[in-house]
């Protein structure tokens, strides 16, 4: 299978997404400010699989329909949209948090636990610059 094509940026649909998911971790205000954020800062790569252990997250099975749906564009060549990440803080033992991408991270990490994954990282206090 080829390697997955990153879009450059996240698709518009992604903020929404990573808002609704951030405000099941953190109040209404705090989930907003780190999409505004999100939406400035600049796309860095990170490995699939430092991804997956930052977040603490187990990897979802290939037949998950997002995974295997990832998957399908990945062999069809259709680019993928950046993952969304909020950083954890490791001295309080808190996971980085996957605000948007986990399937898209799964489905990379099948092709290659290497693969290096187009993001945009913000901290837990981030706010739009």
Same mark, same amino acid.
């Given at each position: 299978? +080829?390697? &997955? %094509?990153?879009? =450059?940026? &996240?698709?518009?649909?992604?903020?929404?997404?990573?808002?609704? /998911?951030?405000?099941?971790? +953190?109040? &209404?205000?705090?989930?907003?400010? *780190?999409?505004?954020?999100?939406?400035?800062?600049? #796309?860095?790569? @990170? @490995?699939?699989?430092?991804? *997956?252990?930052?977040?603490? *997250?187990?990897?979802?099975?290939?037949?998950?329909?997002?995974? $295997?749906?990832?998957?399908? @564009?990945? !062999?069809?060549? @259709?680019?993928?949209? &950046?993952?969304? %990440?909020?950083?954890?803080?490791? #001295? !309080?033992?808190?996971? $980085?948090? %996957?605000?948007?991408?986990?399937?898209?991270?799964?489905?990379?990490? /099948?092709?290659?636990? =290497? #693969?290096? %994954?187009?993001?945009?990282?913000?901290?837990?206090?981030? #706010? $739009?610059?």
């Amino acid at each position: 299978m +080829a390697d &997955p %094509i990153w879009k =450059n940026d &996240p698709d518009e649909h992604d903020f929404p997404a990573a808002e609704d /998911y951030l405000r099941l971790v +953190a109040d &209404p205000g705090r989930a907003r400010s *780190l999409v505004a954020a999100l939406r400035t800062r600049a #796309t860095v790569v @990170k @490995k699939a699989k430092d991804i *997956l252990r930052a977040a603490n *997250l187990p990897l979802l099975p290939t037949d998950n329909p997002h995974v $295997a749906d990832d998957l399908r @564009k990945v !062999r069809a060549g @259709k680019p993928l949209s &950046p993952v969304l %990440i909020v950083h954890g803080d490791l #001295t !309080r033992g808190l996971p $980085a948090q %996957i605000a948007d991408g986990y399937h898209r991270v799964c489905a990379s990490w /099948y092709l290659d636990e =290497n #693969t290096e %994954i187009p993001c945009r990282i913000v901290g837990p206090d981030a #706010t $739009a610059v």
